[in-house]
C-alpha cells in the first residue's frame, strides 16, 4: 500500500480547500430546498463511499470514523451487502408485510431472536428507524403490563418522534417547542464515574434517585418500563459501572417493571458483542435495534421476549416495515459479522485505539478521559485549569479534524465519538489517532 506523509497505510486525501467549489454549490442548493433541521456537523457533501473512505464531491478522501453515527458497522458499500440488497431488487421490493409474507424478513426474524441477548424464546417486530422501535417498545410495554409510565435516564438519547423525544433527555433544543409531550415519562441519573467521582457513587446516585422517584412521586406500580442504553451514546459514549445494568434487572424483576435496551447504537457488533447487554450477561423484555442492523438501508426492529408481546393483530404495524431489500441486507450484514470475525476485530482494534487515546491524552491534559467499549469509544475533553467540559474546543477538534481529512463526531458535553467500521484494522486505528492528535494540536494553537 502507498505511503502518504511518511504513514504506512495510505490516509486520507485533501486536494482542495475545504469546503471545495462544487460542495459550497451543492450546500447552498441544499439550503433552498431542504429542511434546516439537520444540525450538519460541517459541510461534507457526500458523492461516494468505500469501506473506510468517503470520497465528497470535489474529490477529497475522508476517513469515515463516525460509520455514519454508528451505521455502517462493515464498512460502507461492503460488497456482500450490496450484492445482496441488488440481488433482493431484481426478485422483491414491496410485498406489503404488514399484509402478506415474504422469505427474507422472516429468516432475518430468525437469526435476529437467536443473536439477541438472552435465551428466552423472542419475537420481532420490524420498523424503518431506530425511533420507530423506540416507539413500538414504549407502545408494546403498555399494551402488555397495562401500565403507562416509564423511567428513563439523563443524557440519554432514544430518537425525535413525539414517544420517543419523551425519553431522550441529552439536549434541551430536541424538546424546545414541541410540547407537550407523552406524559409519565421521569428520569434518572445515569450513572456517570467521572461525574460522581467513583463506580459505586455513581452507582449509589442513580438508585438513590430512583428510591426517592417512586417513594415521593411516582406510583412503581404505573411503570410500565425502564429505557436504557447499555453504553449511553449522544450522552457522551459513556460506560456504566460494572454491576449496573445486572441491578437494574434486579430493581425491574422486584417491581414487576419491563427493561428495555436502546440498542440502536450499541448493537451490531459495535462494543465488541453482538449487543452491548451481552458485555454484562443481562437479558432485556425488550431489545430496539436499528442503525447497523442493515448497514445504511432505512431498517430497524423491535424485539421482545415472546411472554412480552402478547398483542394481537393488528394492535400495530406499519406500511413499510420488514421491507425484503433491507432485510437482504441485515441478512448479509450478519453474514459478514460472523464470516469476517468482525466481534474480535472490534474488541482488538478497540482496544488498541484506545491505547492509542490513553497515550494522547499523556501529552494533552485536555483530554479527561478515554473510555469506551470496542470501537465505541469517547474522548472527553476539559479546561485543565477548571475540570469543567470545554465544549468548544471538542468542537474545534473535530472541525479541525475533518480538514485533516478525519470524519468524527461529538456527543455529549465535550466528548468526541470514535465509532469506525468494525473492519478497520489496528494500523489505521493508528493513522486516525495521530490525525486525531494533529488537529489538537492546531486547535489549541
Not at 475545504?18 to 433552498?32: F, H, I, M, R, Y
Not at 429542511?35 to 461516494?48: F, G, I, K, Q, T
Not at 487515546?357 to 479527561?368: G, H, K, N, T, V
Not at 475540570?387 to 465535550?414: K, R
Request: net charge negative; charged share 25%; with cysteine.
Amino acid at each position: 500500500m502507498s505511503k502518504q506523509d511518511g504513514r504506512s497505510v495510505e490516509g486520507p486525501n485533501i486536494v482542495t480547500d475545504l469546503p471545495g467549489t462544487k460542495a459550497k454549490q451543492l450546500v447552498e442548493a441544499d439550503g433552498e430546498v431542504v429542511s434546516p433541521s439537520s444540525p450538519r456537523a460541517y459541510p461534507l457533501a457526500v458523492e461516494s463511499a468505500q469501506g473506510l473512505n468517503v470520497t465528497d464531491v470535489d474529490g477529497n478522501r475522508f476517513w469515515d470514523f463516525a460509520s455514519g453515527i454508528a451505521v455502517t458497522n462493515v464498512g460502507h458499500r461492503h460488497p456482500k451487502v450490496v450484492a445482496a440488497a441488488k440481488d433482493q431488487l431484481d426478485v422483491l421490493v414491496h410485498p406489503a408485510f404488514c399484509d402478506y409474507y415474504s422469505p427474507e424478513p422472516t429468516r432475518l426474524a430468525e437469526r435476529l431472536e437467536a443473536i439477541a441477548p438472552g435465551d428466552s424464546p423472542k419475537k420481532v417486530f420490524f420498523g424503518n428507524s431506530g425511533a420507530e422501535a423506540v416507539e413500538a417498545g414504549m407502545k408494546l410495554a403498555r399494551h402488555h403490563t397495562g401500565r403507562h409510565r416509564f423511567i428513563a435516564f439523563e443524557g440519554g438519547f432514544h430518537g425525535r418522534t413525539m414517544g420517543a423525544l419523551s425519553l431522550t433527555a441529552s439536549k434541551t433544543k430536541y424538546k424546545r417547542g414541541f410540547g407537550p409531550l407523552v406524559p409519565g415519562v421521569d428520569h434518572i441519573p445515569y450513572p456517570k464515574p467521572r461525574k460522581y467521582g467513583s463506580d459505586e457513587a455513581a452507582m449509589e446516585a442513580t438508585f438513590d434517585a430512583f428510591e426517592d422517584l417512586i417513594r415521593t412521586r411516582v406510583p412503581v406500580d404505573e411503570i410500565a418500563g425502564i429505557v436504557v442504553e447499555p453504553v449511553q451514546g449522544e450522552g457522551g459514549y459513556v460506560v456504566p459501572p460494572e454491576g449496573f445494568h445486572q441491578r437494574l434487572r434486579e430493581f425491574a424483576d422486584d417491581h414487576g417493571i419491563l427493561l428495555i435496551a436502546d440498542e440502536v447504537q450499541a448493537g451490531f457488533g459495535r462494543t465488541g458483542e453482538w449487543f452491548g447487554m451481552d458485555n454484562w450477561g443481562v437479558e432485556p423484555d425488550i431489545t430496539l435495534m436499528g442503525k447497523g442492523i442493515a448497514n445504511g438501508l432505512p431498517m430497524s426492529a423491535m424485539v421482545a421476549k415472546e411472554s412480552v408481546m402478547t398483542w394481537g393483530a393488528g394492535t400495530h404495524a406499519s406500511t413499510y416495515h420488514g421491507n425484503p431489500v433491507a432485510a437482504a441486507a441485515a441478512n448479509a450484514v450478519i453474514d459478514v459479522i460472523e464470516e469476517e470475525n468482525l466481534l474480535d476485530n472490534a474488541t482488538e482494534v478497540g482496544a488498541h485505539l484506545m491505547d492509542e487515546l490513553d497515550a494522547l491524552a499523556e501529552e494533552f491534559p485536555q483530554i479527561a478521559e478515554v473510555r469506551g467499549l470496542g470501537l465505541m469509544i469517547g474522548a472527553e475533553f476539559v479546561d485543565p485549569e477548571t475540570g469543567e467540559p470545554d465544549g468548544d474546543l471538542s468542537e474545534a477538534v473535530m472541525h479541525t479534524a475533518w480538514e485533516h481529512g478525519l470524519m468524527i463526531l461529538p456527543c455529549g458535553q465535550s466528548t468526541v465519538r470514535f465509532a469506525p467500521p468494525l473492519t478497520i484494522t489496528k494500523e489505521q486505528a493508528t493513522v486516525g489517532v495521530e490525525l486525531f492528535g494533529e488537529a489538537l494540536a492546531e486547535a489549541l494553537e
